[in-house]
T-cell receptor, first 115, second 113 residues
Framework: NAGVTQTPKFQVLKTGQSMTLQCAQD?????MSWYRQDPGMGLRLIHY???????DQGEVPNGYNVSRSTTEDFPLRLLSAAPSQTSVYFC??????????????FGNGTRLTVT | GQQVMQIPQYQHVQEGEDFTTYCNSS?????IQWYKQRPGGHPVFLIQ?????EVKKQKRLTFQFGEAKKNSSLHITATQTTDVGTYFC?????????????FGQGTILTVHP
């Protein structure tokens, strides 16, 4: 099993550009989520999904869109990139959306710079 | 909203010294998880605590959950250079959904040989 796979590893965007961060998991996990990590801020939840066709907002959803058309994939879209979106992005999945069920498995991250 | 505060933000120790990081929540937590992130890596799950006053050990690591389920700590005995990284706590306050899990800011541990 590959686990949680994120692409790309690095990306540089100009302000106003759009892009999609890809996330795929091969563990048949029900729950998938996107976090951003900024110095001194910990990990903040952007969007999450408890199953195919179901998505919900996390703590910092503005400027990001998601969809979950399959169990395996959970892409994160930046519609119009802003310098404030410069960050490291992690995709994470879990067998269950219940924290008592199983831990989060994180991908290797995408380092995004917006100039 | 729920806040999970983690201190200290940074900790520098000499190899062999002990290390402790603390998490405090503004609300009662249903459970707390701990993750470790090596430099340049991704967070990796360490442990979950659920019961009031619970104590769990993993070799040199001791995890505690407070009696009131509002605080937790991670203690490492006799640190080694392999312990370097950022340690995060994550608390669930609005039930047990991952959508309501809040991460602390993390403690960055540096171990000097």
């Amino acid at each position: 099993n590959a686990g949680v796979t994120q692409t790309p590893k690095f990306q540089v965007l100009k302000t106003g550009q759009s892009m999609t961060l890809q996330c795929a998991q091969d563990m048949n996990h029900e729950y998938m989520s996107w976090y951003r990590q900024d110095p001194g801020m910990g990990l903040r939840l952007i969007h999450y999904s408890v199953g195919a066709g179901i998505t919900d907002q996390g703590e910092v959803p503005n400027g990001y869109n998601v969809s979950r058309s399959t169990t395996e994939d959970f892409p994160l879209r930046l519609l119009s990139a802003a310098p404030s979106q410069t960050s490291v992005y992690f995709c994470a999945s879990s067998y269950s959306s219940d924290t008592s069920g199983s831990p989060l498995h994180f991908g290797n991250g995408t380092r995004l710079t917006v100039t | 909203g729920q806040q999970v505060m983690q201190i200290p933000q940074y900790q520098h120790v000499q190899e062999g010294e002990d290390f402790t990081t603390y998490c405090n929540s503004s609300t009662t937590l249903s459970n707390i998880q701990w993750y470790k992130q090596r430099p340049g890596g991704h967070p990796v799950f360490l442990i979950q605590l659920v019961k009031s006053g619970e104590v769990k050990k993993q070799k040199r690591l001791t995890f505690q959950f407070g009696e009131a389920k509002k605080n937790s700590s991670l203690h490492i005995t006799a640190t080694q250079t392999t312990d370097v990284g950022t340690y995060f706590c994550a608390g669930g306050g609005g039930g047990t959904s991952y959508g309501k899990l809040t991460f602390g800011q993390g403690t960055i541990l540096t171990v000097h040989p």
